[in-house]
C-alpha cells in the first residue's frame, strides 16, 4: 500500500471484478496501482460501450500476465467498430500477458484480426468461447505469430459446421509442438473436420487432455480418432461425444446402442495395446433439445503386465 497526495493506492496482483457499475468501477480502480495487477478477472455482462470505458484502465495495466472476460453484447445501435478499436489497442500495452480468456465475446465476429495484430508477446494460454466467429477470423487466427506457443486452446461453443476444414487443420498444425490442452466441445464439428485434424493431432506429443463433446460424430471416425492418438504419451484425458449411431431419426439418445458400440471401443483399445481412460457421453446433446443426458462410466484398459 502506497500513499501519494494523500490519497491510498492499493498494489495487488489480483483482481476480480463483479457486476457493479461502471462509475463504481471507476473509484476502486482509482485507488489501485494498475501496473501492479498481474491477473484481472471481469465476470460482468456488460454492453460494447461499457467495455470500450474500460479499455483505457485496462492499457495502464502493464504488468498484466492473465485476462479473464466475459459476455460482452453488442446492440444494434452501438458504435461497434470504433469501440472494438478502443479495445483491441490496449493489448499492444500489454508486454506481458500469457493467459487471454474470453467466454461470449460477441463483439469479435469479423474483428479477430484487429486483437490479434495487438498481441506483443506469445501466449500460452487461449480461451475463446461461446460466440460467432467467421471464416476469415480463423484463417487470421491461424496466422497469427504469437499462438505458436499455445499450450491451451478452447474454442468451446464456436461453430464450425461451415467452416472449410483444412482451417483446423492449419490451426494445429502452427501449435503441434506445444499444444497441452486442446477443447473443441460444441462446434458443430463433423467427421470432416476431425478428419482433417487427426494427422496434426498424432504429433501433438505434448496434448494432455482432449475434448471434442456434444459434436455429432460418427462410430468410425472415432475408431480413427482413438488410433491416431494411441502414440500419444502424456494424453491422460479424453472425452468424446457418444457416436451419432446413438441417436435416432428424432435425435433420441438410445442408452443401449452406447453400450454395444462402448464394447467395440474397448475392443479397440485392447487392440491397441495401450493403456488408457476415455471418457464418453451423450451430455451436452449435439441435437439439443430437451433430450435426457446419460453419464455413463469411463473405458478403461489396463495393460496386463509382463510375465
Known amino acids: 500500500m502506497e500513499k501519494r497526495n494523500s490519497y491510498v493506492h492499493l498494489c495487488c496482483k489480483r483482481l476480480k471484478i463483479i457486476s457493479m457499475p461502471m462509475e463504481n468501477i471507476n473509484k476502486v480502480l482509482n485507488m489501485v496501482e494498475l501496473d501492479c495487477l498481474q491477473e484481472v478477472?471481469?465476470?460482468?455482462?456488460?454492453?460494447?460501450?461499457?467495455?470500450?470505458?474500460?479499455?483505457?484502465?485496462?492499457?495502464?495495466?502493464?504488468?498484466?500476465?492473465?485476462?479473464?472476460?466475459?459476455?460482452?453484447?453488442?446492440?444494434?445501435?452501438?458504435?461497434?467498430?470504433?469501440?472494438?478499436?478502443?479495445?483491441?489497442?490496449?493489448?499492444?500495452?500489454?508486454?506481458?500477458?500469457?493467459?487471454?480468456?474470453?467466454?461470449?465475446?460477441?463483439?469479435?465476429?469479423?474483428?479477430?484480426?484487429?486483437?490479434?495484430?495487438?498481441?506483443?508477446?506469445?501466449?500460452?494460454?487461449?480461451?475463446?468461447?461461446?460466440?460467432?466467429?467467421?471464416?476469415?477470423?480463423?484463417?487470421?487466427?491461424?496466422?497469427?505469430?504469437?499462438?505458436?506457443?499455445?499450450?491451451?486452446?478452447?474454442?468451446?461453443?464456436?461453430?464450425?459446421?461451415?467452416?472449410?476444414?483444412?482451417?483446423?487443420?492449419?490451426?494445429?498444425?502452427?501449435?503441434?509442438?506445444?499444444?497441452?490442452?486442446?477443447?473443441?466441445?460444441?462446434?458443430?464439428?463433423?467427421?470432416?473436420?476431425?478428419?482433417?485434424?487427426?494427422?496434426?493431432?498424432?504429433?501433438?506429443?505434448?496434448?494432455?487432455?482432449?475434448?471434442v463433446c456434444g459434436n455429432l460424430l460418427s462410430m468410425v471416425i472415432t475408431e480413427k480418432l482413438l488410433q491416431y492418438t494411441a502414440e500419444l504419451p502424456h494424453l491422460g484425458q479424453e472425452l468424446y461425444p457418444a457416436p451419432q449411431e446413438c441417436y435416432g431419426a428424432q435425435g433420441a439418445f438410445c442408452p443401449r446402442r452406447l453400450t454395444q458400440l462402448q464394447a467395440e471401443l474397448l475392443e479397440i483399445m485392447r487392440d491397441l495395446g495401450q493403456p488408457r481412460t476415455i471418457w464418453i457421453s451423450s451430455s451436452p446433446c449435439p441435437y439439443g433439445g430437451d433430450n435426457i443426458f446419460y453419464h455413463p462410466e469411463p473405458l478403461v484398459f489396463h495393460c496386463n503386465p509382463s510375465a
Open 41 to 211: 478477472e471481469v465476470s460482468c455482462t456488460w454492453r460494447l460501450s461499457i467495455l470500450a470505458m474500460f479499455a483505457p484502465l485496462l492499457g495502464q495495466m502493464t504488468n498484466l500476465q492473465r485476462l479473464v472476460l466475459s459476455h460482452v453484447h453488442v446492440s444494434t445501435c452501438e458504435e461497434q467498430e470504433q469501440h472494438v478499436l478502443q479495445f483491441t489497442s490496449q493489448f499492444l500495452r500489454l508486454h506481458h500477458l500469457q493467459d487471454l480468456y474470453m467466454e461470449s465475446p460477441f463483439f469479435l465476429k469479423g474483428c479477430l484480426d484487429q486483437m490479434l495484430r495487438c498481441l506483443k508477446t506469445p501466449l500460452d494460454n487461449l480461451i475463446i468461447t461461446h460466440c460467432l466467429l467467421i471464416e476469415s477470423d480463423l484463417t487470421h487466427l491461424s496466422e497469427c505469430l504469437n499462438i505458436s506457443q499455445l499450450k491451451g486452446l478452447d474454442l468451446s461453443g464456436i461453430k464450425l459446421t461451415n467452416f472449410n476444414p483444412q482451417l483446423l487443420q492449419v490451426l494445429l498444425e502452427k501449435v503441434v509442438a506445444t499444444l497441452q490442452e486442446l477443447d473443441l466441445d460444441e462446434c458443430g464439428i463433423m467427421d470432416s473436420h476431425l478428419e482433417a485434424i487427426l494427422p496434426a493431432l498424432s504429433h501433438c506429443f505434448q496434448l494432455s487432455s482432449f475434448s
